[in-house]
Structure formats: C-alpha cells, structure tokens
C-alpha cells in the first residue's frame, strides 16, 4: 500500500468522518429523548440542501449564512413535525412511530420531486484549499468540520448546561416523573424533535457544499446515518459523532485497501450489524 | 386444525381463489398482470404479518428473503437448466435457511434495534450480491428469450408465473390462519404482549420467534423467484428493494396489524389506491405526497388499521374476520 | 372517547377514497368482450378500419395509437421528462403536417397514451401490459433508462408487439434474442470507444487509463466492453474498480486512482456522482490529462460545479451542435429523412422554453423512425413495419440509424454514432461544451488538461 | 381550610375500573394517610389527582380551583406534588440535576439556592452523594433524592406514595423522622403507605381504602383504635 495515498485517505476519512457524525446526530438525539426512529431523516437532510441553495441561488446569501438561517427553519419544521406527525403516537409501539415518520418522507419526496424535479444540483462554493505533500484538505470540508464540532459542543453544553437541556434529558429518562416535577414534556419533545431535525437540516447544507444532490440525495445519509448511530450507540449524540468518524476513516481506509471499492458497503453494514448483535449500546455506548 | 373448519377459512378461499381465477376466466392478460402485483404484495405483507403481526417483531428489512429467493432461483434456472417450480422452491428454502440462521442471533434484539438490524442485513445482503460475480455482480443476470419455449413460449410463461402466484398467496394466507389459530399461535401473541410473561408461561421465546422467522421467509422467497422468472432479468436494486419493503409493511398497517385478512386487504387496497392516484390527473404528480397523507391519517387515527377497525366495531364479524 | 368522530370521518374518506378507486379501476374488472384466446399479433388496428370513425375530410383520417411509461416520479424523472418532451414535440410535427400519409391517402393522426411507471420495473410490466391489451396500442415507446426499458421489452415481445427503445443503451438487453425490439442508442460498449480513440488522437504519449464504474448495470457493461478495447489499443488498464451507487465522498478513491498515476480517468456512471466526481478532482488536483465521465457532462446543469467543469469530456447520443444534414447524408450514401437539427432545436427551443438534450433527440428520433417505418410499409400491420424496420438504414437529425439483423442481436443499434463533448472556456472565459469528437463532426479541438 | 378535594371520583385503566366515586379531603397543614389493602386503589387515586391517568367521573379541587382535567405538570406548577412510587428518578442525572429539575416551577426557580440548603440540611446525606449519578445510590439515598425533589418544588401539597417500599427498618425510621419535620413545618402532606402501622402514628387524619372505595375516615387516632383496622391491618 502507497503511503501518500494512506496519509491522505486517513485525512480525507477524518474530514468526511466529522460531518457524517453531525448528519446522524439529529437522529440518535430524538431516539434518545422519544425513542421515535426518525424515517423522515434522509428527506429532512435533502429538505436541508435545497433550502441553503434556495437562500444562496435567490437571495444571494452566503451558503455559511445560510446555514444558520436553516437550522432555525428546521427547529420551527422540527416543531411542527411533532405535533403533526408524532405527537399522537408518541406511546404507541415503534412500528406506528416508525410508520408516522415514514409517512412524513413519502410527503416530502413528493412534494420535493414536483418542486424540484430528481434533477441534480449543486452549491459552487470554494474556499480554497491547503496541500502538503499528498495531502489536500479543503477549504470546505475544513469549515464543514468546524461547524460538526461547534455545533456538537453547542449540543452538548445545551444538554448538560442549561435547564432547558436537562429538562431534555429528564424527559428522555423519565417522562412521567418529569411531567410529575412540572416540566412541560409535550413541549420538551417538540423540541428535542425541533434540534434533530434543525442538525439534521443544517448537515444537509453542509454537505450541499461539498457534493451534488438531488431530492433523493438524502437516502444515502439517512442509512448510514444508522450505521453511525448504532455504532456510537443509539441515542447519544456524541457518540454519534465519533462513529461518524469511525464510518469515515473505515471508508478511507478500506477504499484504498487492496480490496475492491465495491465491497465497502458490504464491510460498512457488516459492522453495523455485528455491532447490533454484540455491543447493541453501541462501541462508546456508557450504558 | 380446527381453523380449517371455521367460516372465515372458506370466505378466505373462495374469496382470494375468486378473485385469483378471475383472469384465468375471462384470460384477460392486463387483468391478470394487476392481480399478479396484488398477489404479490399480498404475499410479501402477509409473511410480514407473521412475523411482525404475531410476535412484534418490525421486520424493516424482510424484502431480503425476496431478493435471495430470486436470485438463487434464478441463478438455478440460468445456470442449470432447472424448471421453474423446483427452481422457486430451492429459493424459498434457501430463503427460509437463511432466516434461520440469521434469526437466532439477531431475533434476540427487541424493538428499534432488530428493525435497524434487519435494514442493515438487507443492506450487507444486497451489495454482498453487487459484488458477487456468479450472480452477475452489478449487472445481474438475465435470460435469453428461448428459455420461455421450454414453457410453451413466453405468453405461456406468464400463465405458469400466475398460477404459481396464486397458489403461493394461498398456502401464504393458510398458513398465516392456521399459525394463528395454533397453540403456537398463541404462543407466539402471547410473546408480543410480553416476551418475559411468556417465557414463564413455559413458552421458549427464542424457538418460537426463530421458527416463526422462518417461516415467514419462506413464502417472499417463494414469491421473488416467480416474479424474477417472469420478469426475465434479476438486478440488485429491484430485488432488495428497501422501500418495496416498506410498502409492504404500510400495507400491514393499512389492513390490520396481527390479522390474517389485513394484509390481503391492505395488500389490495394500497395497490387500488395508488393505481387510482398514479393515473388521475389531479394526483399524478402529488401521489407520493397523497399516499404519504393518507397513511399518515390511518396511523394516527385507525391505528388497527380497516379490518381491526372493523372488529373492534362490529364483534359479532369477529367469527368471519381473523 | 372524544377520539371516535374524527376516526369516523377518517375511515369515511378512507372508504371513499377506496370505492373511487375501485371505480376507477373497473375497466379493468369488466373488460370488453374478448375472446379467451388473447389477441394475435395480427388482429391490430389495420385489419379493422370499420371499427374507426373516419375524419369528415377527405382524405380518411385515422388514429394510431402510440404507448409508453414515463418517469414521472422516482430516480429517472428528469430525463425521462426530456424524453417525452421530445416525442411530444415529434406528436405535434405530424400532427401539423395532417398526420403520416399512407399511399391510399389514409392519414393516420398519432396519439400518445403514457403512464407514470415511478421509475420502477415491476410497474413497467404491468403498465405495458395495460397498455397493449387495454388501450390497444399499435406500437410502443420504451420507458427512459435501461433497467426500465428491459422490463418493458419482455412484456413487449411476450405480446409480439413493436417496440422502439430510446433512453436505453444497454447491450445485453438486445442479447435476449429479442424480435420485435429495436434500439435507437448506441450500445454502452461503445460508450467508451470513442473517448478512447480521442486520447490515442490527441496525446500519443498516453500509456495508462483507470477504469472506474459506478456499480449498476449500465455503467458496469460500459467499461466492461471499454476494458479491452482499451487494451487492443495498447493501453495499460492500471485500475478497474466500481464504486457503490451511494457513494457521495470520493476524496479516498481518488487517492487510490492517484497511486496508480494514470495518464487518463475514465467511465463514472450517471450524474450526482460524476459531477461529485469530476468537482473533487479538480479540487485534488488530480493530475490526469483527459477526464471522460458518462451522463453528467452532456447535462447542462453540469456546469454548475463551475471551473471544475473544464476539460471533462462526455459521450453523448446527440447534441444541439452536432453537423447531420442531407449532405452528409449524401456524403455517406445514406437516404436522409425529416426534420433538420436546426428545426429541431429551435422547435423544442419554442415548444419547451429550454435547450433540448440528448434523451429530447431520443425521443423524438423514436417517432421519426417509426414514421418512416410506417410510411415505407405503407400499412401498420406489425408483420410490414418490422420487416421495413429490419431494412432501415438512414441518417436523421439524429444521426445514421440501422438495426442488427442478427438472430442472436437482433434489434440492436449497430450504425448510430456517439459523440464526445468537452467542456472548455471560450475566449470571455465562460465555460461551455464543443464537439470534440469524431473528427467528422467536431466543432473545436479537443484539449488535455494542464 | 382544605386544600385539596377529592369529589366522587372515579377511573381505572383500559376497561377497568379500579375508583368507585371516592370522596377524600386533605386539611391545609395536616398530615393525611390512605391505608388500604393492596389493589384497593390507593396508587391509581394518587395517578388520577396527578392526572397522570383521565379521571372517568367526579372532580379533584386544588386550593379552591377545579384542576381535574389540567395536565400534570401545570398541577406540580401550582403546587401539588407526588413523590412517586418507586422513586422515578432521573436515573442517568446527577443528585444535583435530579433536584435541580425538581425546582422546575417558577416559585421554585426563583428560591433555588435557599430550598437547596434547606433541603440538604433535612437530608444531609445528600449533599455528599451530590454529583453522583442518582442510579447508582441505594435504594434508601434514592427514596430520600425522591422526597428532595418533590420538596425542591416549594410544594403546597406533598403526596408520598409507598415511602417505605423495599427499604430497610433503619431507613424507614429516619424518613419517617424527616416526615415529622416536615409535618412541624406544618406542610399539607398525603402519605400513602403500606407501614400502616406507623402511618397511623404520625398522621392527623386517615382514610381507609377498600375496593376503590373509602371504607372508612376518622381522626387518625380513632382509626388506630378501630377493631376492624386492628384486626385487619395492624394483625392485632
């Protein structure tokens, strides 16, 4: 194995690792909190792309700008989206949830296919890029990562810091005791479910930075997003950002490995399975 | 087999055997190409159903059984010259062996993740195949023309497909009565209220929901290798299809969840539906967003989805309604 | 319970919505009396013009009807669009014309019956079969993309009806030993073909090309067949590795065509991944001097990746550039038959408010051929038309069109040619796509990358 | 002054009924128990006052308001808290958060600093075990992070139910000691307990449960006196 291409797959791995971890977490988050399995992730990630695009292509604002603009769109979405869709179903067993959140995807498809059409788009943003040796590293990709990071520093001193977050958590620990303390659960889980899909929006601008997307787009994330999720254990969101990293750097790793490309999704689900079956807390799971 | 004796099994029989023959009666081709999808989606929800329906297991990913029936029969039928009907069976065994070794160490998870785990087997399954040259790898594999003059030509071929379905749809909605009515039946409702309850009841939850798994994936396997047969090409994508998973699953819910006529209704009703939505001008473009409103509401709000609905309403249907 | 009036009300419109369904879908429960035996091939509309109600004109007017499944939702959407627009567009031309003349003055007046098919094969097959036992059509259209047009070719040929595919460049689907199925696109083995030649042309010193694919089928046939024809050609084939179709991140496969050193990048598969592709690597800087990717590049929006887009080249079935016309024609000794590029392109132009693409020429070269074939049969009996069919060798705006004879390929586009584009910048600096290749039909030369 | 009343209640779960139109009262500053047999409804009337299961039929009052269909966490707002069966702590939280989020109500909120001291001064022990995870304490410290949070609320009313569950002798005394603290304060309190025993002991007022139903109330002393109670509660 060529060691210019190791370095540089490592870095690339890593850079990519950050902002698949952000793109599952909206997702661990309102498992944690609802135990809901949000399948409306990938479309709300697709949602996501096209709203920056939207902000950048009509308004001209700055894709960066954006970001922020969408994530607020996503919380209030988020909001919505609970009281539509979840909040009827929030104690039933997981098939309805499952199928509330699904049936928030097939609208979204298909709302997005005759707003936008299956037709590819993409976001021309450069910043330039650093090289060292065989290593590259993007502008983009740089930025995308620092905003993985704050906003998963942000999450969790939300979570652990403020009373809001901890009434986040209680709800998630025990929602009976917290609507027996006084806190307002119905609204703590719309807010929870408001943050997972306000991070799971604002990944989907990041990554319409970096690569081509289509109303489908989002499909591909929402999977490994599981994987992710499961790997750094369902429910913790940073976790989520580690097996976002683990995800990327095996991708890395095992793509310039002499194995073929094509068997890396099979050694991606492969592990996410096993994971399943033998640590199902996940690899950084505390519990 | 008491169940066997009931009205119900007879309104069943006569009513899906109907319907079933109906094509061949009038040998409508266009008729019996709807009916063979329905069929199908009745074959794929119901083997959900028993799954799921029975014990709670949410098998997200059961379209896997689709896939390796189809493929290995396919693969058979390429390959080795085998007729059909052997063919397809091999592929509903193999099918049903793969389930029974994957199902004893993933049927140990409960709720979230095992559904989580069965999308990621599908997952593993399916690029597993992309790369798997004897099956064609990405490309898949394909018959010459010629194949179907050992059937009698290929209009031919079509009827065999139908009667195979049929047949299959049948043995599919027997089975799933004669699983519910059995004490094993009982013994597999009684772990979906609780898997702890009835293990003191003197129940083995892990046999049960392992032989339950098992035959639930027989009959998908089944069902892929004659779709496969008929459709003369085999693809990765279309055979582990995730979201025709999915879609056998709102069709559970749509019929009712637990019940043996809830998936054949769901099965029909959903495909009515969209046929309605995809041909009618007004919802043409929007019938993603229709269907996705639709099913939204009967989650919310007919949680037993049209046949349980209607237990719940009329007891006295309860005897021809299971 | 409060709950139970809204869950009244829902099942009512559930109900409702059922019993419309079902209403909608009796046709289908009841249809017209039939014999048991299903139609032969034969009994189409040609053998029954009582059955018609001739136009008050003169000339007897009469319909036929053409059927095909369109993507209107799911992955092919958008090309599939452009397609229909470009069979719509060849609908209205006939129609203007007063419709296809046949010697006795019968005109036939086309009329287009099509379906929304989701881009999914099992619902290709039953809508076909909807279409010719149902609707009756006299000749069919394929569905865009390969997948789809194969599924929609076995239910064609099982009911021994016409079928032109446009929008499918696979191979083994004209392999099957198809009769009645012809293929418009030049076959995906020579996708590649020419790209390879093109690099031969332009920079001889090359010695050794990567091979990469997405993993599907189209795109796994195409360098499957560009494998040794790259060889035959003395090129050293350093990588030939496929990609998952979900891959959206290639900076580590680049770096693992980057340890191989190739001297060129070809293959790719269709558009999200190619401009990810093509825009990480140029933002790698990956030196290579000839980048050749499939789909994306001939698409307009490709630009929207923006300098990354320079350089690339792409095989295309068509473009609005392209120099067919009937000197040409003449030039090759072919007979040149219908509307002229220019007409075309400034027709859709008018028609459709945008430029029409490759799928646009497919679809409309799919009507023309069909026209010409129903015109030199003189009749629409199936037997006539795919006798002529058998025979056509033509050029067309399109370009030249003529299908294997072969038992074991019949049906198969032998004489249509691809060409190749290249993004390049003129000389205000904006980026815009020339005809690189062939030679014959370039409308600048083609560049290496720096 | 009562503060709470209970009027001919009635609810149960599913298709069960479990209350059978159950009046009670509880007096402003007073300690009232329920004591009743096991399944004679006296956790289901806690959860119907709570409104953590639909009251069917009758009113639950709180401080003159008619509260019986408010949600349960506007009912903790106003004052009247459940330390629950069984505890229901933040079991992933730390003593400290568990407290904190017991201080959700406005009231709270704004006293936090002088409850929190009160509280550790009644329950010392919890203020060494503060920033551990309240999971890994004892059953004994968890019933006492329990009562801490419930008293973190600034309650007006306080309801206990089965305080002394699983717990040993020991411990069972020195909550009972914080409930007689509680009690001089002069904090309105409904005890639900098994230790009917000791219940009666501390308790002004007491109210008998059988079958869903009030069997008999009294001053609780007389009711200690009483021989049914005698014979069938106090295995006299």
Not at chain 4, 78 to 96: H, K
């Amino acid at each position: 194995m060529n060691i210019d291409a190791l370095s540089a797959s490592i870095v690339d791995g890593l850079m990519i690792g950050f902002i698949y971890g952000l793109a599952a977490m909206g997702l661990t988050l309102i498992f944690g909190v609802m135990r809901v399995v949000n399948l409306a992730h990938g479309p709300v990630i697709a949602v996501g792309m096209f709203a920056v695009l939207l902000l950048a292509q009509n308004l001209g604002l700055n894709p960066y700008l954006g970001l922020v603009i969408v994530m607020l769109l996503g919380l209030a979405t988020g909001i919505g989206m609970y009281f539509i869709a979840v909040h009827r179903v929030i104690d039933a067993p997981e098939l309805t949830t499952l199928l509330a959140t699904f049936s928030v995807n097939l609208m979204i498809i298909g709302i997005g296919t005759v707003l936008f059409s299956t037709s590819p788009r993409a976001l021309d943003v450069s910043l330039g890029s650093v090289r060292t040796g065989a290593v590259t590293i993007l502008g983009t990709k740089l930025v995308a990562d620092l905003i993985a990071v704050i906003a998963t520093v942000g999450l969790y001193y939300f979570l652990y810091r403020t009373r809001a977050g901890k009434s986040v958590r209680a709800v998630a620990n025990n929602r009976a005791a917290a609507e027996l303390m006084g806190i307002n659960s119905t609204w703590i889980l719309a807010l929870s479910f408001g943050i997972g899909i306000a991070l799971a929006m604002g990944s989907g601008s990041l990554l319409a930075t970096l690569f081509s997307f289509t109303i489908l787009s989002g499909t591909v994330y929402e999977v490994k997003s599981f994987v992710i999720v499961v790997l750094g254990g369902l429910g913790n969101p940073v976790g989520a950002l580690l097996g976002g990293i683990v995800i990327g750097l095996l991708e890395g790793l095992a793509t310039i490995s002499p194995l073929p490309v094509g068997w890396v999704p099979v050694i991606e689900f492969g592990v996410f399975v096993i994971i399943l079956l033998v640590r199902p807390t996940g690899l950084f799971g505390a519990r | 087999m008491s169940a066997l004796r009931t009205p119900f099994f007879w309104g069943l029989l006569v009513l899906l055997g109907g319907v079933g023959l109906l094509p061949i009666l009038n040998g409508s081709d266009s008729m019996r190409e709807d009916i063979f999808l329905v069929l199908m989606l009745v074959i794929l929800a119901s083997s959900i159903n028993i799954i799921m329906g029975y014990t709670g297991y949410v098998s997200f990913g059961h379209i896997v059984f689709f896939g390796l029936g189809g493929y290995v029969a396919f693969y058979l039928m390429l390959n080795h010259q085998v007729h059909f009907v052997p063919a397809a069976v091999v592929g509903g065994i193999v099918s049903s062996l793969i389930a029974f070794l994957l199902g004893i160490p993933v049927l140990r998870l409960r709720g979230a993740y095992f559904a989580l785990a069965t999308i990621g087997i599908n997952e593993v399954v399916r690029s597993f195949v992309t790369n798997f040259d004897p099956f064609g790898g990405a490309t898949g594999m394909f018959f010459n023309y010629e194949v179907y003059n050992g059937y009698g030509g290929s209009k031919n071929a079509l009827w065999y497909a139908y009667y195979a379905i049929l047949v299959v749809a049948l043995l599919c909605a027997v089975s799933s009565l004669l699983i519910k009515k059995s004490r094993f039946g009982l013994g597999l409702l009684a772990i979906r209220e609780d898997q702890d309850a009835a293990q003191v009841l003197g129940i083995d939850p892990a046999r049960s929901k392992v032989l339950v798994y098992t035959i639930s994936a027989f009959f998908p396997g089944l069902a892929g290798a004659i779709f496969f047969f008929k459709n003369g090409i085999i693809e990765p994508g279309p055979a582990f299809d995730l979201l025709r998973s999915i879609e056998a699953l709102v069709m559970v819910m749509l019929g009712g969840y637990g019940t043996v006529a809830g998936p054949i209704v769901g099965a029909a009703v959903y495909e009515q539906l969209r046929a309605f939505l995809i041909t009618n001008s007004t919802f043409s473009s929007f019938h993603l967003f229709v269907a996705g409103f639709l099913l939204l509401l009967i989650v919310l709000f007919v949680t037993a989805g049209l046949v349980g609905w209607l237990r719940q309403r009329a007891p006295r249907l309860r005897r021809y309604l299971e | 319970m409060r709950l139970l009036p809204s869950r009244l009300l829902l099942l009512g419109i559930s109900l409702a919505t059922l019993f419309g369904a079902i209403a909608c879908a009796q046709p289908s429960a009841q249809p017209a009396p039939t014999p048991t035996v299903a139609p032969k091939v034969a009994t189409s509309k040609a053998d029954t013009p009582a059955a018609r109600t001739p136009a008050a004109s003169a000339p007897t007017a009469r319909k036929i009807v053409i059927g095909f499944t369109a993507s209107n939702t799911g992955a092919q959407n958008l090309p599939s669009k452009k397609q229909t627009e470009g069979l719509q567009l060849w609908l209205d031309t006939v129609t203007k014309a007063g419709g296809i003349k046949l010697k006795d003055g019968t005109a036939l007046m086309p009329e287009m019956k099509s379906y929304d098919d989701e881009s999914k094969t099992d619902r290709v097959q039953a809508l076909y079969t909807k279409l010719i036992n149902e609707d009756k059509v006299d000749f069919l259209i394929s569905p865009y993309s390969s997948g789809l047009a194969r599924a929609a070719a076995v239910v064609s040929e099982q009911n021994g009806k016409i079928m032109i595919t446009t929008g499918a460049a696979d191979d083994s689907t004209m392999e099957q030993g198809f009769k009645n199925i012809y293929q418009l696109y030049a076959p995906g083995s020579r996708y590649l073909v020419g790209a390879i030649d093109l690099l031969k042309d332009l920079d001889p010193s090359a010695r050794k090309i990567a091979l990469i694919y997405e993993k599907e089928p189209f795109s796994t046939s195409v360098v499957q067949a560009a494998q040794p024809y790259a060889r035959s050609k003395g090129y050293d084939v350093v990588l030939f590795e496929g990609y998952d179709p979900g891959t959206t991140d290639f900076a580590p496969f680049i770096n693992k065509i980057n340890a191989t050193a190739p001297d060129a990048i070809m293959g790719g598969g269709h558009f999200p991944d190619g401009t990810t592709l093509a825009k990480q690597l140029y933002e790698k800087k990956v030196s290579v001097r000839l980048v050749a990717l499939l789909v994306a590049p001939p698409e307009p929006t490709f630009s929207e990746i923006g300098d990354a887009a320079e350089y690339i080249v792409g095989p295309s079935q068509w473009e609005p550039g392209v120099t067919y016309s009937p000197d040409a024609a003449k030039a090759a000794n072919l007979p040149w038959y219908g509307i002229s590029v220019k007409d075309f392109v400034s027709g859709y132009q008018a028609r459709f408010n945008s430029t029409p693409s490759y799928h646009s020429a497919g679809g409309y070269a799919a009507g023309l051929i069909l026209q010409k074939a129903i015109e030199d049969s003189d009749s629409t009996e199936p037997a006539k038309v795919k006798a002529t069919l058998d025979r056509l060798n033509l050029m067309t705006f399109y370009g030249n069109v003529q299908f294997s004879i072969e038992a074991k390929t019949h049906g198969k586009q032998v004489a249509h040619d691809m060409v190749y584009i290249q993004w390049q910048k003129d000389s205000a600096n904006k980026l815009g796509t020339k005809i690189v290749w062939p030679p014959a039909a370039k409308s600048a030369g083609a560049q290496l990358r720096k | 002054m009562i503060a709470l009343d209970v009027q001919r209640i009635e609810s149960g779960y599913g298709e069960v009924q479990i209350l059978w139109g159950l009046s009670l009262a509880l007096e402003e500053g007073r300690l009232t128990t329920i004591v009743g047999a096991n399944g004679s409804g006296k956790t289901t009337l806690l959860r119907t006052i709570m409104g953590l299961i639909p009251a069917w039929k009758g009113s639950v009052s709180f401080e003159g308001r008619d509260v019986t269909h408010l949600s349960t966490h506007k009912k903790a707002q106003m004052g009247l808290v459940l330390v629950p069966e069984a505890r229901q702590l933040f079991t992933d939280m730390t003593v400290l958060e568990n407290l904190e989020m017991g201080a959700t109500p406005a009231r709270a909120r704004s006293e936090y600093r002088q409850t929190l001291e009160w509280v550790f001064d009644l329950l010392p022990r919890l203020k060494e075990r503060m920033n551990q995870r309240a999971g890994t304490l004892s059953g004994g410290e968890q019933q006492m992070v329990a009562i801490a949070r419930g008293l973190m609320s600034k309650p007006k009313a306080l309801m206990f139910d089965e305080l002394s569950l699983g717990l040993s002798p020991v411990m069972v005394m020195s909550l009972f000691e914080v409930i007689v603290k509680l009690k001089q304060q002069r904090l309105t309190m409904l005890l639900v307990e098994q230790n009917v025993q000791m219940a009666l002991a501390v308790s002004d007022y007491a109210y008998v449960l059988s079958n869903g139903r009030v069997e008999l109330e009294g001053e609780a002393k007389k009711v200690r006196e009483m021989e049914a109670v005698r014979k069938a509660y106090l295995g006299l």
